[in-house]
């Protein structure tokens, strides 16, 4: 029993910073938005039935079918935190050294951006919401413990395309 409260104690490490943030954000979308996602869909449905490309049609499909229900409920909130062990971020553990680099996209009010690149396949990139911290603070304590990237500028295309589509 001991050896399971020396792993919960190194799982509990204390907070050098942290905040709450939406998993994803919500979007106000008007009508005008719905018509035109409503005819893009049907175009690309057209187009793949006429070019025989019916894995294209089932994924257009997929992808309207995940919006919507996604647009259904209201995103989760999580916990960003930053502590001696590693970045916690909602219930998944980061330790510092699986995690290659870090760098922020700050251009308020649109764009208010943590991004965390770690050496995972299957999630190689992290994007987390500022809100209303101050990004100097941050690289104050994660500088410590990560290489911060001073060479990204942009926001990644997935979520330009995603903020500027609204999905």
Known sequence: MPEQKE???????AEYIGWDFFEHKKYDRGTLWYV??????????IYAVIS??????????LFVLVTYLASLGEPLK?????????????????PFRDIR????IYEP????????????????????????INPNDIRAVLAQFVREDFTEAE?????????ILKI
């Open 7 to 13: 792993v919960q104690t190194a799982l509990n490490h």
């Open 101 to 104: 680099r870090f760098w922020f």
């Open 36 to 45: 035109c996602m409503s005819l893009a869909t049907l175009a690309l449905l």
């Open 78 to 94: 999580s916990r960003f935190a930053v502590t001696e062990g590693g970045v916690r971020i909602g219930t998944r553990r980061y």
């Open 52 to 61: 025989a490309n019916f894995l294209f049609a089932f994924i257009i499909i």
């Open 155 to 163: 926001e990644s295309l997935t979520d330009y395309l995603g903020r």
């Open 109 to 132: 009010p649109t764009l208010r951006n943590l991004y965390i690149e770690t050496k995972s396949f299957a999630e190689p990139r992290i994007t987390i919401d500022l809100n209303d």
